[in-house]
């Protein structure tokens, strides 16, 4: 089955911040996931580059736009690099692929007289590239972002948005699971009943350089917006029948909350006017701040994810962000908080339980995996891994990772706990045979947390395979979650130290 994801397409006005990187390790997650289940899966994800906000954010810099935008685009790669993303691709709207499918689709656009020419008359803020009504401004501050909103007449093109009003509300209600988290929905909804209206698609040229030029009329240039959301298709070969065909719909776009409406309204309303069905499923997440407050530049909160992962590895920044906040709410980064879970959770439950497991096998069986003793026991251990696997699957289905990674730290707690219980140490001295059993049953475990893990900690996951001397290749793997498949006789060495205390 073919699986297709996408993140949103950061700005390059600026470097990436931890904001950004929630955004990509979520959905990097869940492409991680959906190869594991032997799924054919694109994970596309990329930079935005047009707009009066990278122009401005250049001539700050003092810098050539396309310089700037090269820079910034390459300090996002190598940051996806360092956190493991494993992408399929990364598509920059200036581009050529892209610019030739924005082309092709405000032509069909406008021959179909779903764009128009009018007068256009309201508020610019260039920070969320984003018009606003005269209605919903006061004192000239933008109501997302808080800054000074700039005073816009000009000619315009505009989309008839105002057309798919019904037709997009009868989508939303038909198709609950489109807009998730399911309490995000009613907002959508409300919006829409109030009315949509048509939707300003462009900028003149002289106020907006740095942007693609509508094919029809070269005095205007093209909203941001809507040049950046085609990406999804331009990404996909929309005009290639077959291998868009394959590709789309979209199975999942990762976004954050801010930027739902122009996913969840302008995005298929696009979509319905060129005749394509719209994505499967849209799904917002909540918001990182820094001490309840929004992280900006200019207050210089702006938590740097390269920093924590040069500390703490890729690993440890993947689990904190997916594990401290339920995946979909807003959550405040701590410091502290980050350390503690990292010694807590990492260094100790998981590393220590490593540790434990293969200093054990090296001291009472030469580091030679043992038979299996069939001492007819109740097996907990596989019982409660057997109990946890479902509960895991649903967890995916229902994007709830916080909920995952707590299953998965039960099985790792349980397995600690089984140490404690069964005290092999005490069954070496009596030289009870039911040692093999216990000492089987915990390598068992740790190649099952191996694999659960893999999403979340892929270097972690690859450590503890490595030295189970096991690495089953992906279209394989969801077999691979069922117990007793570790082989006896096979010698293991060399544990590594997971996460150092810190
Ligand atoms: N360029 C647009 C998206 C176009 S998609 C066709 C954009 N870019 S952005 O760089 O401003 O934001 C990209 C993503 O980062 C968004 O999903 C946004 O929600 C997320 N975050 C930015 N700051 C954030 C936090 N402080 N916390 C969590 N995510 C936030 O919007």
Same mark, same amino acid.
């Given at each position: ?7 949103? =397409? ?9 904001? &950004? ?9 869940? +492409?991680? $996931? ?19 906000? %990278? ?10 736009? +396309? ?18 993303? !494993? ?20 032509? %069909?656009?406008?021959? #179909? ?48 948005? !105002? ?46 350089? @740095? ?13 941001? @917006?809507?040049?950046? /959301?085609? #990406?999804?298709?331009?990404? %996909? ?9 394959? @590709? ?14 122009? &996913?969840?309204?302008? @995005? ?5 006017? =060129? ?12 918001? $990182? ?12 909160? +702006? ?10 590895? +890729? ?34 439950? /998981? ?51 916080? &909920? ?48 659960? %893990? ?19 290749? &992906? ?18 060495? #060399? ?8």
């Amino acid at each position: 089955m073919k699986f297709y994801l996408t993140t949103p =397409l950061y700005y390059v006005n600026d470097v990436p911040h931890i904001g &950004h990187a929630y955004t990509e390790v979520a959905s990097d997650v869940f +492409a991680r $996931w959906q190869r594991f289940l032997g799924n054919d899966v694109f994970f596309l994800t990329g930079t935005d580059e047009h707009g009066q906000k %990278i122009e401005k954010a250049a001539i700050q810099a003092n810098k050539p736009i +396309a310089e700037m935008v090269q820079e910034n685009a390459e300090k996002f790669k190598k940051l996806w690099n360092k956190l493991n993303i !494993s992408y399929d691709d990364f598509i920059r709207t200036t581009e050529d692929r892209h610019i030739q499918v924005v082309n092709k689709v405000l032509n %069909i656009l406008f021959e #179909n007289n779903d764009i128009y020419k009018d007068k256009y008359e309201g508020w610019y803020c260039v920070s969320c590239e984003s018009f606003f009504p005269p209605t919903q401004i006061k004192e000239k501050k933008c109501p997302d972002c808080l800054r000074e909103v700039e005073w816009v007449v000009e000619d315009a093109y505009f989309f008839r948005l !105002s057309k798919y009003q019904n037709q997009l509300l009868e989508f939303i209600q038909r198709n609950p699971d489109f807009i998730l988290p399911r309490f995000r929905c009613q907002e959508i909804i409300n919006f829409i009943k109030q009315g949509l209206k048509d939707l300003n698609i462009s900028r003149r040229r002289e106020k907006n350089e @740095w942007a693609i030029p509508l094919p029809f009329d070269q005095q205007y240039n093209l909203y941001v @917006w809507v040049d950046a /959301l085609i #990406n999804y298709i331009s990404a %996909i070969d929309f005009g290639n029948k077959e291998k868009f065909n394959y @590709w789309w719909p979209c199975d999942i776009h990762f976004i954050g909350k801010d930027i739902l409406k122009f &996913h969840a309204i302008i @995005w298929p309303a696009l979509l319905f006017a =060129l005749g394509i069905e719209p994505p499967r499923k849209i799904f917002a997440h909540g918001w $990182w701040l820094v001490n309840g407050e929004k992280m900006s530049k200019s207050k210089g909160n +702006a938590v740097d994810p390269e920093s924590f992962v040069d500390n703490f590895g +890729a690993d440890s920044f993947r689990y904190f962000i997916l594990r401290h906040v339920p995946f979909g709410l807003d959550g405040d980064f701590s410091y502290s908080a980050f350390v503690q879970r990292y010694n807590a959770e990492l260094a100790n439950d /998981l590393g220590n339980l490593f540790l434990r497991i293969s200093g054990m096998l090296e001291k009472y069986f030469f580091n030679k995996i043992p038979e299996k003793f069939d001492d007819n026991q109740d097996n907990l251990l596989q019982e409660l891994i057997e109990e946890k696997i479902p509960l895991i699957e649903k967890g995916y289905e229902e994007l709830a990772y916080h &909920h995952i990674l707590d299953y998965i730290w039960e099985i790792i707690s349980a397995m600690n706990k089984y140490i404690e219980e069964t005290a092999p140490w005490e069954l070496a001295k009596k030289k009870k045979n039911s040692l093999n059993g216990v000492i089987y049953n915990l390598l068992e475990g740790l190649r099952i947390v191996s694999l659960l %893990i893999y999403p979340f900690l892929p270097e972690t996951s690859e450590k503890i395979t490595n030295f189970l001397g096991e690495i089953p290749p &992906h279209k394989q793997r969801r077999e691979q979650l069922s117990w007793g498949i570790l082989p006896a006789g096979r010698i293991l060495k #060399n544990a590594q130290v997971l996460f150092p205390r810190k």
